[in-house]
Nanobody
Framework: QVQLVESGGGLVQAGDSLTLSCAAS???????MGWFRQFSGKEREFVAA????????RYADSVKGRFTISKDNAKNTVNLQMNSLRPEDTAVYYC?????????????????????WGQGTQVTVSS
């Protein structure tokens, strides 16, 4: 069983930076891990993914160039560094584990691709 615990959310102003962290336990680091976000009243959407070795990453177009996903296998953590935050980034952010390894570089990522989820952390960006 995989347990994921997110931390680092909060209230910031537009243009600020924030780092989310996901602490993982269990058999997860051999699979793809990712971050999703959910706007109020909307479906959960893909933000970023990192393959098991940490060498390859993927991003949603809306965050490309502003967000960076990274992992520390020694500490069993996956981080999401968010820079130049915008009010439209306001959402609950979720860490996900257990994603497939195949097609990492070209596939579209959906919540159903991942088997384990954290409880979510709120990020609010004021204008």
């Amino acid at each position: 069983q995989v347990q994921l615990v997110e931390s680092g959310g909060g209230l910031v102003q537009a243009g600020d930076s924030l780092t989310l962290s996901c602490a993982a336990s269990g058999r997860t680091f051999s699979a793809t891990m990712g971050w999703f976000r959910q706007f109020s009243g909307k479906e959960r959407e893909f933000v970023a993914a990192i393959e098991w070795s940490g060498q390859s990453t993927r991003y949603a177009d809306s965050v490309k160039g502003r967000f960076t996903i990274s992992k520390d296998n020694a500490k069993n953590t996956v981080n999401l560094q968010m820079n130049s935050l915008r009010p439209e980034d306001t959402a609950v952010y979720y860490c996900a584990a257990g994603g497939p390894k195949y097609g990492f570089q070209y596939r579209a990522w959906f919540p159903t691709d991942f088997g384990s989820w954290g409880q979510g952390t709120q990020v609010t960006v004021s204008s």
